[in-house]
């Protein structure tokens, strides 16, 4: 676990502090950062497939651009029949055929299958089960029911299918489909760079002596292919100021990760490069425990820069802290509570702040400290502990990628 530097349990840090390399940060409550970094707002819409769109958030309702029916056809296979019975058979109708000059005249019948278009003059149809055929014609009693689905009878045009801010599902995209709205509108996905930097870092093979694998990598993508976003592109990076610098300055997309070097050590550069660049901090500093050097920043140019701390467990920590809510936000995730569990077992807490401690399915407690991230794997979820948390109380829950 790192040492407590700066423990300064207020709300601060929000716009309008610039990032300069500074040993003392003010914490910001893991509520308030985690609220700071959901509350971003989305990204603008586009126009998508609707097919394509299962994932993302509708960022205008879908509206019904053709009636559903969009044409008059038969809810039963029998005959279409115009006037009074018995009826002549005149020809048949399929469904997808198109009976252009076909007219049902008065005591006539057209053999019908259900779902094809209803030919002009039918004002019914007869199931076969209510008929009787021979002899070229069809003998019957109409009942109280037409058996024909009028087009517009499920939904006229300009009906609201779904409304914005719904998550596209299959069933959405299907309804999307069927009222001919084939494409939808969706807040753009947030597309991710990642720069993993450490001189230490290495991405395959076996770590020699000083040397560590990188474990951010897959834990990044997870967490923010979950928020809806995407990783576009990932870069390893020396520990070397000149090239952070123009790797921030080159990376594409909407957010920059950047794994390490969030501290305040000799190889530490993110925060001055930062403040160099003329960003603005909206998180600098959560006061929990692990990952407190966490950290959101947005450049004059617009894009958010994620600072993870490097200790494994910690990076992970701040992953669900900022990175998981800011991306959801850019995606146009509607805002929701977390889920929330019964959790015991003892564990020291942290004053003024929160302790972010591995709980299993039945909310038992296991120790971790910043680095390890064995116990988080094995119980699958983090409880996040305030300072008067006692076993038996519930707390707010975080799923591990
Ligand atoms: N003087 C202070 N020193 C430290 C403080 C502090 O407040 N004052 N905080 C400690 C805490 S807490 C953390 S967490 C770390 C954060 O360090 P950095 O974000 O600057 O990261 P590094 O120093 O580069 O690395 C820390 C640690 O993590 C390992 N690491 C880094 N990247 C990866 C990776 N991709 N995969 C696996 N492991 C990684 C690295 O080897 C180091 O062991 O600072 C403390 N120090
Ligand atoms: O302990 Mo640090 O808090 O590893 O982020």
């Known amino acids: 676990m790192g040492e407590d530097l700066d423990v300064v349990p207020q709300r601060a840090g929000h716009g309008g502090d610039t990032p300069g390399r500074s040993t003392r940060?003010?914490?910001?409550p893991w509520s308030e950062a985690y609220a700071a970094a959901r509350d971003t707002g989305p990204l603008p819409g586009e126009a998508v497939a609707a097919a394509e769109a299962t994932g993302r958030v509708l960022a205008a309702p879908v509206c019904c651009a053709r009636p559903v029916p969009a044409f008059d056809n038969a809810a039963m296979d029998g005959f279409a029949v115009a006037g009074d019975g018995p009826w002549t058979i005149r020809g048949r109708v399929l469904a997808g055929a198109v009976p252009d000059g076909l007219t049902v005249l008065p005591g006539t019948a057209v053999e019908i299958a259900t779902g094809a278009l209803v030919p002009g003059g039918a004002s019914a149809?007869?199931?076969?089960?209510?008929?009787?055929?021979?002899?070229?014609?069809?003998?019957?009693?109409r009942g109280p029911r037409d058996h024909i689905r009028r087009a517009g009878d499920d939904l006229a045009v300009g009906a609201v299918v779904v409304p914005a801010g719904r998550t596209v599902t299959a069933t959405v995209a299907a309804a999307a489909v069927q009222a001919g709205a084939f494409t939808v509108v969706v807040h753009r996905q947030p597309a991710v760079t990642l720069l993993v930097t450490g001189d230490e870092v290495i991405t395959s093979g076996v770590p020699g002596p000083g040397q560590v694998r990188d474990t951010f990598t897959g834990l990044v993508t997870a967490v923010t292919a979950r928020a809806g976003g995407v990783v576009e592109s990932g870069r390893r990076l020396p520990d070397d100021p000149a090239a952070l610098r123009a790797a921030l300055e080159a990376a594409a997309g909407d957010v920059i990760v950047v794994s390490g070097s969030s501290s305040a050590g000799a190889a530490d550069h993110l925060?001055?490069?930062l403040g160099d660049a003329g960003a603005t901090w909206l998180v600098r500093g959560v006061a929990c425990r692990p990952g407190h050097p966490q950290a959101l920043a947005v450049l004059p140019d617009g894009r958010f820069v994620v600072s993870l701390p490097g200790n494994p467990y910690a990076g992970l920590v701040a992953a669900l802290t900022l990175l998981e809510p800011l991306l959801a936000g850019l995606a146009g995730r509607p805002p929701r509570p977390l889920p929330s569990a019964v959790v015991t077992g003892g564990v020291k807490l942290m004053p003024g702040g929160v302790r972010i401690v591995p709980v299993d399915q039945d909310g038992v407690l296991a120790g971790a400290g910043s680095v390890?991230?064995?116990?988080?794997?094995?119980?699958?979820?983090l409880a996040v502990l305030p300072p008067d948390w006692v076993s038996g109380a519930p707390a707010p829950v975080l799923a591990v990628p």
């Open 372 to 381: 390890g991230l064995h116990a988080a794997a094995a119980a699958g979820a």
């Open 25 to 28: 940060r003010v914490q910001m």
């Open 271 to 273: 925060h001055g490069l």
């Open 125 to 141: 149809v007869l199931p076969y089960e209510d008929c009787r055929v021979s002899d070229g014609r069809v003998e019957g009693v």
